[in-house]
């Protein structure tokens, strides 16, 4: 007697791949709509840690209230030119990326600059923030950060230790922009502050010291002064 049951057999191709496609579609719309849901929380927890990065280079750390600790010490975030941009209560984590912008703050009664750095080291991004003073050159305090760097060597640039020795240390001599090196202990940069590298780490170091290079060239605030 012939079959005459209707529909396809769970058993067939055909149905294992109208099965599978279906199911794919399915999980690619709720995996849209939980990124989609999670958005707005995910944006502002990028924002949050982007502006405790910013206290940090203020050497303000161990911040509760990121949000109210940003609009307490950012005054204004200004142009690469020194121009006014915007207020500090106004964020956007992207605009870095797109134009070179500064950090007006007071620390203390005291005016400080807050300079984005972006940078690659051996194994990925590294990136960071640089804090001086008023007279636009004397380091205040620093803060770096990386992807993916080998721990106890490259990834040292994340400790006190080594953040420490820019502190006090010059971007500029005599007016002009000169950065500040990060060389092999014992090796002498000519016309420029310097710290030493992390030893067995060259390659990191070698990108911290382009990194910082580089990122501050981006600032007519600094090159024309």
Known sequence: MANNTKGLSTNSNTYTVIY??????????LLSFVSSALK?????????????????SLNVNNVEDAQAEYEKYVKQVLNADGSVKESATTFDVLKESETPIIYQCDVNGET????????????????????????????YGIFFRHDSETPGLGAEITTDKFKSQFVGKNIK????????????????????????AISGATLT?????????ASLKKYDFLTKK
């Not at 990136?127 to 003073?133: C, L």
């Not at 001599?173 to 030493?196: F, M, N, P, W, Y």
């Open 205 to 213: 170091c070698n990108g911290v010291n382009e990194m910082l290079s």
């Open 40 to 56: 707005e929380r995910q944006d502002n927890n990028k924002s949050l840690d982007v502006k405790k990065q910013i206290l940090s």
């Open 20 to 29: 599978a496609a279906v199911m794919v579609i399915i999980v690619a719309f």
């Open 112 to 139: 400080k600059y807050v300079f984005p750095l972006r940078g690659n080291g051996l194994w990925g991004a590294i990136g960071g923030y640089i804090a001086v003073n008023a007279d636009e050159s004397t380091c």
């Open 173 to 196: 001599r005599d007016g002009v922009l000169t950065s500040i090196a990060v060389l092999k202990k014992g090796t002498k940069a000519e016309g420029q502050d310097q710290v030493d």
